[in-house]
Nanobody, 126 residues
Framework: QVQLVESGGVSVQAGGSLRQSCAVSKYAIAQFCMGWFRQVPGKEREGVASIVNFVATKYLDSVKGRFTISKDNTTNTLELQLNSLEPEDSAMYYC????????????????????WGQGTQVYVSS
């Protein structure tokens, strides 16, 4: 079974940037539709960005133009670059994966994904 391990959770000021990484082990990342999700206490987990192959991406409207999702084939890592951070971006961030052949469009619905990382906390102060 594929394993996902996130890193990069930090505390930053509004307007700042950070980069989240998700190391994929046991299988090549190219086989998977990958996504980033976030959740705050008391709210449902929401999809932030997804990517299939290495170019087809989708984004939550509120992060378009600020966040960038990418896959690194050489390091087998999923990345999320977060720029112009806002306090509303504070959440636990999770990476997720599902085999591309099982994916129903590689979208932002968490129910579509089979494998999950443990999550890293991002806190954005105003």
């Amino acid at each position: 079974q594929v394993q996902l391990v996130e890193s990069g959770g930090v505390s930053v000021q509004a307007g700042g940037s950070l980069r989240q990484s998700c190391a994929v082990s046991k299988y090549a990342i190219a086989q998977f539709c990958m996504g980033w999700f976030r959740q705050v206490p008391g709210k449902e987990r929401e999809g932030v960005a997804s990517i299939v192959n290495f170019v087809a991406t989708k984004y939550l409207d509120s992060v378009k133009g600020r966040f960038t999702i990418s896959k690194d084939n050489t390091t087998n890592t999923l990345e999320l670059q977060l720029n112009s951070l806002e306090p509303e971006d504070s959440a636990m961030y999770y990476c997720a994966a599902v085999e591309s052949w099982r994916s129903k469009g590689c979208g932002l619905d968490s129910i579509e994904y089979s494998y999950w990382g443990q999550g890293t906390q991002v806190y954005v102060s105003s």
